[in-house]
């Protein structure tokens, strides 16, 4: 039997095909187990199995499982909980089912996990109120996620701010020709 110390360890450093049967679905119950004792991280975890399916562990695909164990992750504010938010951003955006792709709930998720410091997700929520894509078009709100992924050393956030600060060309344009120069 896998104690608690060495499951993530196993799962992640041997490869599955040297476990007995006995230690693979040890991984999987030890793993739901923490995760509804309130663990975060072994929700998380829990979620990335679902969503991906991992055959040597005999657990097949499943979005709708996936969903719960990253909510309760996501819930739980903690360290692991903005990948799970990011991931249910993803998941409600239709990159792994058309089928489940809810704008509203995107961004609610993404902006979930920029405000728990994934700074690269600021920034894709920004460009998502900027593009109007999944959501209402909003320069005001695209700045301010940059702005919140900027803060959060992330440079892609820093740049597109500076892009929608940036004096519109035509302003430049206009001064040159007045001033002679800029």
């Known amino acids: 039997m ?6 993530l360890g196993l799962f992640f450093l041997t ?25 975060s991280s ?10 991906n399916g991992v055959s ?4 097949s695909k499943n979005t709708s499982s996936a969903i719960l ?13 903005q990948k799970a ?17 809810n704008g509203e709930k995107a961004i609610e998720y993404f902006g979930q996990a920029c405000l728990l410091g994934a700074g690269e997700i600021c920034y894709s929520v920004g460009t998502l109120y900027l593009s109007g894509t ?8 695209a700045k ?11 440079e892609k956030s820093c740049n597109a701010l500076d892009d929608l600060t940036a004096p519109a060309p035509s302003l430049l344009k206009h001064k040159e020709d007045v001033n002679g120069s800029v």
């Open 2 to 7: 896998v104690n608690k110390k060495t499951i």
């Open 15 to 39: 490869p599955l095909f040297l476990l007995t049967a006995g230690d693979r679905l040890s991984i999987l119950e030890e793993t739901a187990s923490l995760c509804e004792q309130g663990s």
């Open 42 to 51: 072994e929700c998380y975890s829990l979620g990335a199995l679902h969503l």
């Open 56 to 59: 040597d562990l005999n657990i």
């Open 69 to 81: 164990a990253f909510k309760k992750s996501c819930d739980a504010k903690s360290e692991k909980s």
């Open 85 to 101: 938010c990011a991931a249910l951003g993803g998941i409600y955006s239709g990159y792994y089912d058309e089928h489940l792709k």
């Open 134 to 141: 999944s959501t209402t078009k909003s320069q005001p709100l």
């Open 144 to 154: 301010e996620y940059y702005l919140s992924g900027c803060m959060l050393k992330d």
